[in-house]
């Protein structure tokens, strides 16, 4: 008798194991998502998102409105809602205010299964507008209902009321013609190997009545044309006998070192450091 009465108690225990295991897997096969709608009309974004639509259980409806003009919530305003299935049936609610700003929450019961299309009607001073959606479907029971096929928990939200507290636009992708040119201030400036910096060795003003011939950025010139004349100012002769003293003193100094150099009295440096300080004034004597 003890042994039956174990192998009964160990029966009772596999069935309520397994029992319990079945309705596991029933509950995973039936887990469903929302559903979500995003449409732009003529002067509204719809956002929208519902749970599966069942018959005879209330649903709450989170319907998201934009003003296109600024790309802000719709803040106040009536909203009419219509259903209309394939065989006439009709179900109405009126939100007088959004619950929220931009969000409106009608929670609807549905009494017959089958495709209905949803119509909106918004009436405000901010925004009016007419919006339609289509293919709103409403099952018979939860194991009609589509199951939850997509993990979304990896997805990062961005949520419209954290939209709407930032400047931001969105529309459509559409076929459009793309402007062939940009207009863009700049300059145009020539190669490095076609560069050249001309520096005066005096100060003075360029007069234009002394420079009718002056070419204009981008001309072409040929080597040892004029490019303009500089009329010196009232101590250039004082500048231009400094440079030539200058460049004779350099390079007396330079071809001394030079000398010293050949009888190897003198560094490579020093002659490096003499012969760089002679060409640079002699650069700027020429």
């Not at 009608?106 to 009016?128: C, D, E, H, R, W």
């Not at 589509?146 to 009321?161: A, C, G, R, T, Y």
Request: hydrophobic share 40%; with cysteine; charged share 20%.
């Amino acid at each position: 008798m003890i042994i039956n009465s174990y192998k009964v108690l160990l029966v009772l225990v596999a069935v309520a194991i397994f029992g319990c295991s079945d309705k596991n897997v029933e509950n995973k096969e039936h887990t469903t998502s929302n559903i979500s709608v995003t449409q732009f009309n003529s002067l509204t974004e719809l956002f929208m998102e519902y749970p599966p639509l069942i018959t005879g259980t209330e649903a709450k409806f989170l319907i998201h409105l934009t003003d296109l003009k600024d790309f802000k919530a719709v803040t106040q305003g009536t909203l009419a809602i219509e259903f209309v299935n394939q065989s006439g049936n009709k179900i109405t609610v009126n939100e007088d205010r959004p619950a929220r700003a931009g969000i409106y929450t009608p929670v609807i019961k549905f009494a017959s299964p089958g495709n209905y299309t949803m119509t909106m009607t918004l009436s405000g001073a901010q925004v009016s507008d007419n919006i339609v959606v289509k293919d709103v479907v409403v099952y018979s029971s939860l194991s009609e209902a589509p199951k939850n096929e997509e993990d979304k928990s990896s997805l990062i939200s961005f949520l419209k009321e954290q939209q709407w507290k930032i400047d931001f636009a969105t529309e459509p992708a559409v076929k459009k013609v793309l402007q062939s040119s940009v207009p863009a201030t700049g300059e145009i400036i020539a190669k490095p190997e076609y560069y050249s910096k001309v520096v005066s060795p005096v100060a003075g003003i360029i007069l234009p009545k002394n420079n009718p011939n002056f070419p204009n950025p981008g001309s072409f010139v040929n080597k040892g044309t004029v490019l303009l004349n500089i009329s010196p100012s009232a101590d250039a002769n004082s500048n231009i006998q400094k440079i030539k003293s200058d460049y004779l003193l350099a390079k007396s100094e330079y071809e001394r070192v030079q000398n010293l150099f050949d009888r190897k009295a003198a560094s490579q440096k020093r002659l490096d450091e003499a012969k760089f300080d002679f060409e640079s004034k002699q650069a700027s004597y020429n």
